[in-house]
Nanobody, 121 residues
Framework: QVQLVESGGGLVQAGGSLRLSCAAS????????KGWFRRAPGKDREFVAA????????YYSDSVKGRFTISADNAKNTVYLQMNNLKPDDTAIYYC??????????????WGEGTLVTVSS
């Protein structure tokens, strides 16, 4: 059974940090591109960051570049999102996803249930 389980969300003040984790099971984690997406209140789900199989290539949206870092521990089947200098606009439900090709909002094969991040001003 395929599972992606996110954790690490919570309430933080602006300028603070959080680290999200996504534990995967039931598929060949190392063969997949992993990514993070988010859905802010009243908005569509959007891409945040992605990491290719080897971990040598990462991608970020312009809104988080320089503040967020995606990483993966293939031995633990876990992908992380380190979020620094958080802003109220980062408030959203964060989802991890996995796909054999590049992860996209509409084309990712596996999705987690999400974890809520709330940034207070």
């Amino acid at each position: 059974q395929v599972q992606l389980v996110e954790s690490g969300g919570g309430l933080v003040q602006a300028g603070g940090s959080l680290r999200l984790s996504c534990a995967a099971s039931g598929f060949a984690f190392n063969d997949y591109v992993k990514g993070w997406f988010r859905r802010a209140p009243g908005k569509d789900r959007e891409f945040v960051a992605a990491i290719r199989w080897s971990g040598s290539t990462t991608y970020y949206s312009d809104s988080v570049k320089g503040r967020f870092t995606i990483s993966a521990d293939n031995a633990k089947n876990t992908v992380y999102l380190q979020m620094n200098n958080l802003k109220p606009d980062d408030t959203a439900i964060y989802y991890c996803a996995a796909n054999l090709g590049m992860v996209t909002v509409n084309g990712s094969r596996y999705w987690g249930e999400g974890t809520l991040v709330t940034v207070s001003s």
